[in-house]
Structures are given as C-alpha cells and as structure tokens.
C-alpha cells in the first residue's frame, strides 16, 4: 500500500512537471511571437513615414493630380501618333486584378505621356503597403490562439481543485466502484451492473445504487445502452484528460 502511494505521488509530480515544461515552451513562444509582431508594426510604421515623401518626389512638374489623371482615361479615345508601342505598355498596370479602379478604354494612353512613371511608382507603393498589412494580422492570430493556450493551461489549476472537492465527498464505497469502471476501461473491457457486482462481489442492486449515488454528487459517470437492452457504464473521456486515476486518488488524499 505505501509503495502504491508512493508510485501515485511519484506520477503526480512527473505530470507537474511535463505540465510546467510546457508552460515554459508556449510562454517562450508567445514571446517571439510578440516581439514578432512589434517588429512588423514598427516596420510598418517606418514605412508609412517614409512612404509621403517618396510620393512626392515622383510627382511629374505638370501637377496634374492623380485623380483627375484618372478621369482621363475615361475620356473619349484621344491618341497621339508620336508614342511608341514601349510607352504604352506601363498604363497596362491599371488593369491589375487587385486595383479596382476602372481604366475605360483598355489603357487608352492620354495626352500627357510624363505622368506614366509617377502613376506607375504609385500603384508600385499601393501594392507593397497592401503586402505589409496583410502580414501584421496573421501574427496577431496566432497571438490569439496562443494566449487561448495560456488561458486553459492557467485554469488547470481551479479544474483540479473542483475534482478534489467532488471526489472529497466520495465515501470509500463509491470511491472504489469509480475507480473499478475507470480500471476495467483501461483494460478495454466494457463495465456494466453484472461485471462490477462479479468484481466487488456485491449484488447488482447495490451497484445501481451506487451509481445514482455517484452521478447525484456531480462525478461524470456515462451510461449507454447496448441493443436498447444491456446498460454499459463508463468515465467522461474529458475527466481522463484532465486528470490520471492515481492523480484523482492523489487529490483525494490531500
């Protein structure tokens, strides 16, 4: 009996420990992470201070603004004989798939060939901004998720004090016909009424009432029929993740 005890602390202290390792790692993670994601917004930041000054030193000495540029292009088809096949090619940028501003009439060139350069840099700026801002929230996602994790793994502790509480109240009875459904589990056999009253050599009326009793106090104990005839019982597999059966007999003793 005092070696089983020991071998149950023993199991409790390694899951304490795997427990707080894991901690560690997500919490070391959750870290770059965030410091991850500073560093995309500083960049991003940087960027847009930079990125007014650079507009502004591509604009053509005509001044002709970007929208009304726009509106030219909407105009009646103006062509002139001069331009070359090379100096069309850059207006073809406005019809890029992610860009919903409309070109008219299949890039019509306009009666001010100087302004090609600028609108070109622009939509150059436009589509690198888009790229760093759809960057900066996927790391913000996985923050999310990561601080979830965090979230769960902190309320491991009030989960275990509520199984401790439940299982307090069990008398030695009701403790040992939990822990023969949990073991006959383990052993891939499917408990039922017969089985248990065979093992603890109790009559069958017995272990029904024992199991309403166990059920009333709150422990999650799962009944299935079988054939609509055969009542098979079994342990809530979310209890199994959450604590071992030496754990629970751990909890139980403090």
């Known amino acids: 009996m005092v070696d089983q005890i020991k071998e149950a602390f023993q199991k409790v202290k390694d899951d304490i420990s795997s427990l707080k390792e894991s901690i560690a790692l997500i919490s070391s993670e959750l870290l770059e992470l965030k410091k991850l994601s500073y560093e995309q917004s500083s960049n991003s930041q940087s960027y847009q201070q930079t990125k007014k000054p650079s507009l502004q030193q591509t604009q053509s000495p005509t001044h002709i603004p970007t929208d009304s ?72 996602d996985t923050l999310e998720s990561i601080d979830k994790i965090s979230e769960i793994l902190s309320s491991l502790d009030s989960i275990k004090k509520e199984v401790r509480f439940k299982f307090k109240k069990l008398t030695l009875q009701e403790m040992t016909i939990f822990t023969s459904i949990y073991q006959l589990e383990e052993k891939g056999l499917l408990p039922d009424y017969q089985i248990l ?27 299935t029929k079988e054939n609509n005839k055969k009542i098979i019982l079994g342990i809530n597999p979310d209890l199994k993740k959450i604590a071992s059966l030496e754990a629970i007999q751990m909890l139980r003793e403090i």
Do not use: C
Not at 102 to 127: A, D, K, L, M, Y
Not at 201 to 219: A, C, F, Q, V
């Open 69 to 140: 540029l726009f509106q030219q292009t909407n105009q009646q088809k103006t062509p002139t004989h001069n331009l070359t096949e090379h100096s069309i090619l850059p207006l073809k940028a406005l019809k890029d798939p992610n860009n919903m501003i409309s070109t008219g009439n299949e890039g019509v060139p306009t009666n001010q060939p100087t302004n090609q350069p600028t609108n070109q840099h622009i939509f150059q700026h436009i589509r690198i901004e888009e790229n760093n801002q759809n960057k900066i929230p996927k790391s913000y």
């Open 197 to 223: 009253a065979q093992t603890l050599n109790l009559s069958e009326i017995s272990i029904r009432d024992y199991i309403r009793k166990l059920i009333s106090k709150g422990i999650p104990i799962i009944k």
